[in-house]
């Protein structure tokens, strides 16, 4: 299978290339716009112009899609802007990327026949939520510019269900954490900082409540819903691990060697979202199951930060981190 994966320089899209290049024999062509989240540096190994080769260029650019994806059997699409802190200071870019580009796939994908389209999305379209989890019916409550435009991305991808019958299947993760993750993102943030003797910022009260998943785990998941799950359906994904910020950030004081004087309160984020849970039992029901504890993954993503400085360190200045 030639698989067209876009985002696939980013956090999560590279570890999902070198888990399908590991495990199976498919064929890659990684895409990516190598916006400020996308990085050379964390592809480069995997790039060799036979199972897998790399296109730089942006989803919003239908001519290149198209000369990209014509001849693959399936989209895996991760490429999104991701952060809620810059979608408040740039929308723009959100709506462009998220909703611009998904479109711009969709429709690329129809016109050259594409067989599966997997559109990775997120826990966060669904709101907060005080108790219970989310289930994949339940209503979409966005409520942060980035969060909004995934939303509005779920619901172009999967009106080419309807209209065009293009067979698309969509993912909502929960938190993923893990190797390669962009040092803006609270773990490696909170990691690198640490390890430099740096103070870490936690947002307000730090009660906001995350479910931790290590990408390895969302990546089966997704994979196995790109191969078995129902064409034009959701599926959540998440580890049922929720840790508010603030025990979050204990963890990794302790695995970093520092107390607490390394905490820094700071404002709270304009509309932080409380907390987010979705339901699994139907990703479940295609037979994934965890794989990784939190405690060990975590622990061994904070060796990896301490042995990769040569990755993280010149995305930190660049980015004045």
């Not at 999902?16 to 716009?33: E, F, G, K, M």
């Not at 296109?55 to 994806?69: E, G, N, S, Y």
């Not at 669904?126 to 991305?153: C, H, M, N, Q, W």
């Amino acid at each position: 299978m030639k698989l067209f994966v876009t985002g696939a320089a980013g956090f999560i899209g590279s570890n999902y290339a070198r888990w399908v290049l590991a495990n199976s024999d498919h064929q890659l062509t990684i895409y990516d716009a190598l916006t400020y989240a996308g990085n050379m540096a964390s592809i480069d190994d995997i790039v060799d112009g036979g199972r897998c080769r790399f296109v730089h260029a942006d989803i919003c650019d239908r001519d290149a899609v198209l000369a990209a994806m014509d001849g693959h059997d399936a989209v895996v699409h991760f490429a999104a802007e991701s952060h809620v802190d810059n979608s408040i200071a740039d929308p723009y870019a959100f709506v462009r990327t998220n909703c611009l580009g998904t479109n711009v796939l969709c429709d690329v994908a129809r016109q050259v026949g594409v067989g599966r389209f997997l559109h990775i999305s997120t826990d966060e379209v669904y709101g907060s939520i005080d108790v219970g989890s989310f289930s994949e019916t339940d209503r979409l409550t966005p409520r942060s510019p980035y969060s909004a435009s995934k939303a509005g991305s779920d619901l172009i991808a999967l009106s080419y269900v309807t209209t065009h019958r293009l067979p698309v299947v969509v993912t909502r993760c929960s938190n993923n954490f893990g190797p390669y993750q962009f040092p803006e993102k609270v773990i490696p943030l909170f990691t690198t900082n640490l390890l430099d003797g740096r103070r870490v910022p936690l947002y307000g009260d730090g009660g906001n409540v995350r479910d931790w998943i290590h990408v390895e785990d969302h990546n089966r998941a997704a994979h196995l819903v790109l191969e078995q799950g129902v064409v034009g359906e959701v599926y959540n994904i998440g580890a049922h691990h929720e840790l508010t910020n603030r025990e979050l950030t204990y963890a990794l004081l302790e695995l970093c060697g520092r107390d607490e004087s390394y905490i820094e309160a700071v404002a709270d984020r304009l509309g932080h979202d409380r907390r987010y849970s979705v339901n699994t039992d139907k990703v479940a029901a295609l037979g994934w199951r965890l794989q990784r504890s939190f405690e060990q993954s975590l622990a061994e993503t904070v060796q990896w930060y301490r042995d990769n400085r040569w990755w993280w360190e010149p995305l930190k200045a660049a980015r004045g981190l």
